[in-house]
Structures are given as C-alpha cells and as structure tokens.
C-alpha cells in the first residue's frame, strides 16, 4: 500500500503565501516523479506543477514566478512554495506520486486526499 498525505493548506490574504508538503509512505521502490495539482469548483483538476527524480520540474504557466516545487527524494517528500497568491488560486490542492511499488511492477500514480487552499481577496 501506498498513502500520500498533504499538509500545508489553509486560508489567506491575496498576495501572501503557503507552503505546501506531501509525504509518500508504504511499500515504495522508487519514486519517478511527484506533482501538485489543483481542482476548483465546478472546473477539472488541473497540472499546477511536477517535478521528476532527477530534478526536472514542469509548472502551468499561471503560477510561473510565483510557486516553486522541490523533491526530497531521500524522504519521498514533494513541497510547493506559493508566494503571491492570487483569489483565483483558491481550489483543493492533490499530490500526485508517479512511483514503482516493487521492482517487477510497472509505475503508477498515486493521490493524497487533498488539501483545501482558499486565498481572500
């Protein structure tokens, strides 16, 4: 098994900032790759951002600038610093975990539950 647990969410003033955390646990052979997504009412989930073991990140282009990903991959550990946040940025945000449970088995994704994040204006 496989949990994915964010942390971080909650509420704040346009402009200012959070910082988001999720933690990958359970049987665990290697991480690929671990991203945070965002789904606001009545719109889909969308890619916010995703960074690769290796280091290689991929950011939607409304948060460039303005957030940043990082990977622990001793800890399979992935963050999100939001800095000037917007009213628009207000959605649940997910974890996504693209990772090889055991070494025969091909990689799957994996999701957290979410986090609300909801920006004032």
């Known amino acids: 098994q496989v949990q994915l647990v964010e942390s971080g969410g909650g509420l704040v003033q346009a402009g200012g900032s959070l910082r988001l955390s999720c933690v990958a646990s359970?049987?665990?052979?290697?991480?690929?790759?671990m991203g945070w997504y965002r789904q606001a009412p009545g719109k889909q989930r969308e890619l916010v951002a995703r960074?690769?073991?290796?280091?290689?990140?991929n950011y939607a282009e409304f948060v460039k600038g303005r957030f940043t990903i990082s990977m622990d991959n001793a800890k399979n550990t992935v963050s999100l610093q939001m800095n000037s946040l917007k009213p628009e940025d207000t959605a649940v945000y997910y974890c996504?975990?693209?990772?090889?449970?055991?070494?025969?088995?091909?990689?799957?994704?994996?999701w957290g539950q979410g986090t609300q994040v909801t920006v004032s204006s």
């Open positions: 996504n975990a693209n990772l090889k449970r055991l070494a025969f088995l091909p990689p799957s994704d994996y």
């Open positions: 359970g049987t665990i052979f290697r991480v690929n790759a």
């Open positions: 960074i690769t073991s290796d280091g290689s990140t």
